[in-house]
T-cell receptor, first 114, second 112 residues
Framework: NAGVMQNPRHLVRRRGQEARLRCSPM?????VYWYRQLPEEGLKFMVY????????ESGMPKERFSAEFPKEGPSILRIQQVVRGDSAAYFC????????????FGQGTRLTVV | RKEVEQDPGPFNVPEGATVAFNCTYS??????FFWYRQDCRKEPKLLMS???SGNEDGRFTAQLNRASQYISLLIRDSKLSDSATYLC?????????????FGSGTRLSIRP
């Protein structure tokens, strides 16, 4: 049973380009969470999705950021027109539908905006 | 008030010492609780779940106080390898759409 898979592991983008981060949850998991971690800071919640639904996006910046979790395929976190301040580690976690369950993390995508 | 609050530390203790962290949460309807460990530049990994009756796993003891809405982690006989950031995690309150909230973490450094 493969763990949570994120790709790419490292992503370099120039200012103004788009960044697309992918997350494949563990088999059988229908809940996906995205977190951002700036250097020397804690994890900050961004968005919580179930298949085809955004449940809570209270942590997402109002502009340039979007997320989806389609019926088929991985969850995607998209950042348009990246700026230097978007440079961070982006972690995805998944959990099964059961309540009370812990989350399992992918290894993260480290985005660097140059 | 943050949903989950932790003392950021750093805690710098000698090898063999006992160290304890606390974490408070704001939503009294929260249903499940965990401690995660994050090593530098790595993903967080589950350390242990926290049960109302308290639970122990080797040198680690976790406790939950629902009345006061706090969670604790105790590490006995600390090892150099325990150096990491410890994250308090609360799984949310509604039956159908639980949101997992992480504290900002407490940094622990064990010195020889």
């Amino acid at each position: 049973n493969a763990g949570v898979m994120q790709n790419p592991r490292h992503l370099v983008r120039r200012r103004g380009q788009e960044a697309r981060l992918r997350c494949s949850p563990m088999k059988g998991h229908s809940h996906v969470y995205w977190y951002r971690q700036l250097p020397e800071e804690g994890l900050k919640f961004m968005v919580y999705l179930q298949k085809e639904n955004i449940i809570d996006e209270s942590g997402m910046p109002k502009e340039r950021f979007s997320a989806e979790f389609p019926k088929e395929g991985p969850s995607i976190l998209r950042i348009q027109q990246v700026v230097r301040g978007d440079s961070a580690a982006y972690f995805c976690a998944s959990s099964p539908q059961l309540n009370r369950a812990e989350a399992f993390f992918g290894q993260g995508t480290r985005l660097t905006v140059v | 008030r943050k949903e989950v609050e932790q003392d950021p530390g750093p805690f710098n203790v000698p090898e063999g010492a006992t160290v304890a962290f606390n974490c408070t949460y704001s939503n009294s309807a929260s249903q499940s609780f965990f401690w995660y460990r994050q090593d530098c530049r790595k993903e967080p990994k589950l350390l242990m779940s926290v049960y109302s009756s308290g639970n122990e796993d080797g040198r680690f003891t976790a406790q939950l106080n629902r009345a006061s809405q706090y969670i604790s982690l105790l590490i006995r006989d600390s090892k150099l390898s325990d150096s990491a950031t410890y994250l308090c995690v609360v799984n949310g309150a509604t039956s159908s759409a639980s949101k997992i909230i992480f504290g900002s973490g407490t940094r622990l450094s064990i010195r020889p």
